[in-house]
Structure formats: C-alpha cells, structure tokens
C-alpha cells in the first residue's frame, strides 16, 4: 500500500455537486468525506450515526430544536459533531460551504429521509 497527502483544495475542486459527500479516505468503520453545500437541506437525523461537521469554507447555520440547544452558527475553523437521533438541518449562510465530515461508512447523507437528494453510492475525490 501506498501512502500518499491529499491537498484539501484540490479534493474540494473534485466535488461538483452540492450536498452529495465524495470520500476521501476510510478510517476503520469512519469514512472522511468531503462535501459542498448550498442554500438549505432538509430536518433529518440518523437513528445510529454521530457525524461531525468541520467548516473550511463559508459559514454554516446548523439548524437544531429548541429542545437541543437550538440554532449554532459554524464558521470555518470551526466544527460542531451532531449525535445519533438529533434532528438537524444544515443550512450553508455563505454562497458556498465546504465541510469536512466524519462519520461512520454507513451513514446514509439524507438520514432517516429519502428524496432527491439521497445518495446511496458515493464517489471518490
């Protein structure tokens, strides 16, 4: 096997679809995956999945329940981990975001919902 760095702006060019996560390296059971957003998803939450979100780029309204603390602005630098069953909705405030996720290989983007933008096979930076 050969090791090799991954550029982070590079891996963000090969991303050309928002809210579809591309995977730039497994880590055990943990995928790191790289992801643009625009504008707003939609609420959801995964039932076994904590996931982490890290900003590089933009700014990130993540949207919680009142019940969970409510609304919590990310700003690149920054990051916020959403644990299994918190309903959430991310939201990108800046024309574009760029996020860095952490989270099991088994988390389906879309969580407990299935729509248009579900995306069952992920592709690859």
């Given at each position: 096997?050969?090791?090799?760095?991954?550029?982070?702006?590079?891996?963000?060019?090969g991303?050309?679809?928002?809210?579809?996560?591309r995977?730039?390296?497994?880590?055990?059971?943990?995928?790191l995956?790289?992801?643009k957003?625009?504008?707003?998803?939609?609420?959801?939450?995964?039932?076994?999945?904590?996931e982490?979100f890290?900003?590089v780029?933009?700014?990130?309204?993540?949207?919680?329940?009142a019940?969970?603390?409510?609304?919590?602005?990310v700003?690149?630098?920054?990051?916020?981990?959403v644990?299994r069953?918190?309903?959430?909705?991310?939201v990108?405030?800046?024309?574009?975001?760029?996020?860095?996720?952490?989270?099991?290989n088994?988390?389906?983007?879309?969580g407990?919902?299935?729509n248009?933008?579900?995306v069952?096979?992920l592709?690859?930076?």
């Amino acid at each position: 096997m050969k090791l090799a760095k991954v550029n982070i702006a590079q891996a963000f060019a090969g991303v050309d679809e928002f809210w579809s996560p591309r995977v730039g390296g497994d880590i055990g059971h943990m995928q790191l995956k790289f992801a643009k957003f625009k504008g707003e998803f939609h609420w959801h939450h995964h039932e076994n999945e904590d996931e982490l979100f890290l900003v590089v780029h933009g700014r990130l309204l993540m949207k919680l329940r009142a019940e969970q603390g409510g609304d919590v602005f990310v700003d690149a630098g920054e990051y916020i981990v959403v644990p299994r069953g918190v309903e959430h909705c991310p939201v990108a405030l800046s024309d574009e975001v760029h996020c860095l996720l952490v989270e099991p290989n088994t988390t389906l983007n879309t969580g407990n919902v299935v729509n248009e933008k579900t995306v069952r096979q992920l592709k690859t930076v």
